[in-house]
Nanobody
């Protein structure tokens, strides 16, 4: 069984930064593609960023490109989301997810993911 636990959420003013972490239990973390998704109040959950288990070839939603960076440390079983230049519209619950995949494959659709964390709240004030 794979468990994902997000941390690092909180409150920040517009223009600020936060770094989210997602710790993954299980010995096969290095073989999982990882992704970050978010769900704002009253909206559907949407894709944010993804990274293959090789770490090469990241992919971002247009709304966060150039501001957010996804990375992973396979030795620590952890994936990160560095969020810079935050905007009020980035306010949401952020979820990490894991999917079995080949080394260089990213997953961007929610139904491709096998495991999900409980989410962490990010609030950006104007």
């Amino acid at each position: 069984q794979v468990q994902l636990v997000e941390s690092g959420g909180g409150w920040v003013q517009a223009g600020g930064s936060l770094r989210l972490s997602c710790a993954v239990s299980g010995r096969t973390f290095s073989t999982y593609a990882m992704g970050w998704f978010r769900q704002a109040p009253g909206k559907e959950r949407e894709f944010v960023a993804a990274i293959p288990w090789s770490g090469a070839g990241t992919y971002y939603a247009d709304s966060v490109k150039g501001r957010f960076t996804i990375s992973r440390d396979n030795a620590k079983n952890t994936v990160y989301l560095q969020m810079n230049s935050l905007k009020p519209e980035d306010t949401a619950v952020y979820y990490c997810a894991a999917a079995k995949a080949p080394a260089y494959v990213v997953k961007i659709r929610q139904n491709e993911y096998d495991y999900w964390g409980q989410g962490t709240q990010v609030t950006v004030s104007p």
